[in-house]
C-alpha cells in the first residue's frame, strides 16, 4: 500500500513505530484531491526529516503546498523541496540508513525506477 489516504498512512505509522525506532527520513508527495494532512498526522510523529518531491502529473499537489501543510502541523519539522524523484531519493539514502516514500502510488512507481532504488531491490 502507498499509504495514499489516513488510514493507509496509520498503518505505515504503526509498522514504523514498531519496527523503526530510528525514525527514517520520508519521501512524500500526493494528489492534491487526496486528505493530505490526514496522511501526513500519523506520519509526522514517527519519521526523521521530510523530504516533498513534485510528481509528473496534474493532480499532484505542489511540494510547496504540502510543506506549508506541514509546518502547520509540526512548525519544527525539517522540510526539504527535492527537483525531482530521483534526487530526493539519492538525497535520502546517503542521509539515512533508513527511508520511506509513501503517499501515492505514482510516486512509488517514480522511486522504483530510480537507479539508487533499482541497485537495492536486486
Known sequence: DAAHNPEGAGALAAHLRAWHPERPGLLFAAMQDKDIAGMLAPLLPVVGPVVLAPMDTARAARPETIAALIEALDPARAVTLATDVPSAV?????????????????????????????????
Open 90 to 122: 539519492a538525497s535520502l539514502l546517503a542521509s539515512h540508513t533508513t527511508a520511506v516514500a509513501s503517499g501515492s502510488i505514482v510516486l512509488l512507481g517514480a522511486v522504483r525506477s530510480c537507479p539508487d532504488v533499482r541497485a537495492i531491490l536486486r
